[in-house]
């Protein structure tokens, strides 16, 4: 098994910065890739960025260019930097690791970013 604890969520003014942390435990040797997930109350989940074992990444089109996924190994941490954050990147940020860029399957449990306009 994998657990992932997220953290840094938290509320920030428009045009702010948050740095979200994932600190993973367990079976980290069966995970290929991690990312960042987020869901606005009434919306559907969506991915928000991935990032390999091998440093590939992924970012949605809605936060490239302000969001920025990382991961350090050693620390078994991933991260997401968000910079220029806007009033609809408020959600539940969700980390999850798994097989592929885009294919998670162990989740975390959740922290609220709250953004204020």
């Known amino acids: 098994q994998v657990q992932l604890v997220e953290s840094g969520g938290g509320l920030v003014q428009a045009d702010g910065s948050l740095r979200l942390s994932c600190a993973a435990s367990g079976s980290i040797n069966s995970i290929n890739a991690m990312g960042w997930y987020r869901q606005a109350p009434g919306k559907e989940r969506e991915l928000v960025a991935s990032i390999s074992n091998s440093g590939n990444t992924y970012h949605a089109a809605s936060v490239k260019g302000r969001f920025t996924i990382s991961r350090d190994n050693a620390k078994n941490t991933l991260y997401l930097q968000m910079n220029s954050l806007k009033p609809e990147d408020t959600a539940m940020y969700y980390c999850?690791?798994?097989?592929?860029?885009?294919?998670?399957?162990?989740w975390g449990r959740g922290t609220q970013v709250t953004v204020s306009s």
């Open positions: 999850a690791a798994g097989g592929g860029l885009f294919w998670h399957n162990h």
